[in-house]
């Protein structure tokens, strides 16, 4: 099971760190993607990192802003989220490829985990 955490209430400019970890999952050697959904709006992709955690890709309203990575913690993967903006207001879920060893290019992301609130307000 896939669980998102590090969700809050931020001010504009602000940072934030998701973190999306496995529990009884292997989450490593997996393709994992970000997503959020914002009220009465459908779910959008953020981005992804590939199963070898080597390539990265960023939905154009977040590049330059928010970074996917691998954490020193076995089995979690990181969003770091810059300059935020009210805009980027979500519930925050994180997702894995079914399969090892795919990448951001068609993923069949089947595993999903609780989402995480961010919110950006002043």
């Known amino acids: 099971q896939l669980q998102a955490s590090g969700g809050g209430l931020v001010q504009p400019g602000g940072s934030l760190r998701l973190s999306c970890s496995g529990s009884?999952?292997?989450?490593?050697?997996?393709?994992v993607g970000w997503f959020r959904q914002a009220p009465g709006k459908e779910r959008e992709w953020v981005a992804c990192i590939s199963s070898s955690r080597g390539r990265t890709s960023y939905a154009d309203s977040v590049k330059g802003r928010f970074t996917i990575s691998n954490a020193s913690a076995k089995n979690t993967v990181h969003l770091q989220m810059n300059n935020l903006k009210p805009e980027d207001t979500a519930v925050y879920l994180c997702?894995?490829?079914?399969?090892?060893?795919?990448?951001?290019?068609?993923?069949?992301?089947?595993?999903w985990g609780r989402g995480t609130q961010v919110t950006v307000s002043s």
């Open positions: 997702a894995a490829d079914r399969s090892f060893g795919g990448n951001c290019v068609g993923p069949d992301f089947g595993s």
């Open positions: 009884g999952f292997t989450l490593d050697y997996r393709t």
